[in-house]
């Protein structure tokens, strides 16, 4: 069992920055494919990055490329989101998942889940 930890959300204004970092109880968080996904508020849950298991390989939503970076430091067990450029319409709690899965926007192929982190972008 993967227990996971979000930390980093907070209020920022539109252009600005923020970092959220995600971390894991076992040392198996290593075979796992990492996600980032979101939820605003009356919306489902949505992709937004993940990340190969030893980091070789990202994917985002169209909607962030450019923007956000996902990254994994495997030793210190961590996954970040690096988020630049932050509008109004990236509010939302963000989630940070792992999966025995390639690639995958689909948030029921990830098995572990943190409790989220809110994020509110001010235009």
């Known amino acids: 069992q993967v227990q996971l930890v979000e930390s980093g959300g907070g209020l920022v204004q539109a252009g600005g920055s923020l970092r959220l970092s995600c971390a894991a109880s076992?040392?198996?968080?290593?075979?796992?494919?990492m996600g980032w996904f979101r939820q605003a508020p009356g919306k489902e849950r949505e992709f937004v990055a993940c990340?190969?298991?030893?980091?070789?390989?990202?994917y985002y939503q169209d909607s962030v490329k450019g923007r956000f970076t996902m990254s994994r430091d495997n030793a210190k067990i961590m996954v970040y989101l690096q988020m630049n450029s932050l509008a109004p319409e990236d509010t939302a709690i963000y989630y940070c998942?792992?999966?025995?899965?390639?690639?995958?926007?689909?948030?029921?192929?990830?098995?572990?889940w943190g409790q989220g982190t809110q994020v509110t972008v001010s235009s």
């Open positions: 998942a792992a999966g025995s899965v390639g690639h995958s926007e689909y948030p029921d192929e990830y098995t572990y």
């Open positions: 076992e040392r198996t968080f290593r075979t796992y494919t």
């Open positions: 990340i190969s298991r030893i980091g070789g390989s990202t």
